[in-house]
């Protein structure tokens, strides 16, 4: 384990809770730390700072036994397992554990739940929340290695109704543009992975809009 200054672990508790950082109080669940390895992996990255309560300040943990509920949420709650450094820092007294979890090269990655389902997760702001049927379709589509973009009538009357109705949900945008939700999902996720339309979270759902490169101009 590698002891760094205390001024690092300062720094790190200064910025608070955000899209890369989470800290957690204590590690008791495995399946439930699970959810935030497969988000932070399906994301950017990000770490745990483990011994951290909410408002920032230090509870300290049992860093052997943080650490081995941490490793068997990787790699034996998410599929696939999900590699994590550790580092231990000393402060106030106290031991507080940094858990790394890397970008996944491949995504998704699943957390598994007590019923044995796979679920993926992503990290919005401070939250963990379920992946929407366009993440998954974004990296299936990620591994096809899909690097052509074509224009059909269905995607011309998707993008029409991205932009007369900025901020959908995707239930609704399956309504407006009249074609099936395996057609928009498809379309969707192409036009996202390719900077064409965007996907926000906002109030518990997540919305869709066309890219601002393509309503620059737009009356």
Request: net charge neutral; hydrophobic share 35%.
């Amino acid at each position: 384990m590698l002891h760094q200054p205390l001024q690092y672990l300062e720094e790190l508790i200064a910025q608070g809770e955000h899209q890369q950082q989470d800290f957690k109080y204590r590690i008791q669940d495995a399946t439930k730390l699970a959810r935030s390895v497969s988000a932070f992996a399906n994301t950017e990255g990000g770490r745990l700072l483990i011994g951290v309560r909410d408002d920032g300040h230090l509870s300290g943990v049992r860093s052997d036994e943080e650490i081995y509920m941490m490793e068997k949420a990787a790699t034996e709650r998410c599929h696939p397992a999900s590699p994590i450094t550790f580092e231990t820092f000393q402060a106030e007294g106290r031991t507080i554990v940094i858990a790394t979890i890397p970008r996944a090269q491949r995504r998704p990655v699943c957390a598994i739940d007590e019923q044995g389902h796979r679920r993926a997760y992503v990290r919005m702001a401070d939250e963990n929340i379920l992946a929407s049927p366009i993440h998954l379709e974004m990296w299936k589509q990620d591994k096809a290695s899909t690097v052509v973009m074509s224009y059909s009538a269905y995607e011309t009357q998707i993008l029409d109704t991205l932009r007369l109705h900025p901020g959908v949900t995707l239930n609704r945008l399956v309504r407006l543009s009249g074609l099936s939700r395996y057609r928009v999902i498809k379309s969707l996720a192409r036009f996202i992975r390719y900077d064409i339309a965007q996907m926000t979270y906002h109030e518990e759902q997540f919305l869709f809009a066309l890219a601002p490169s393509q309503t620059d101009g737009q009356p």
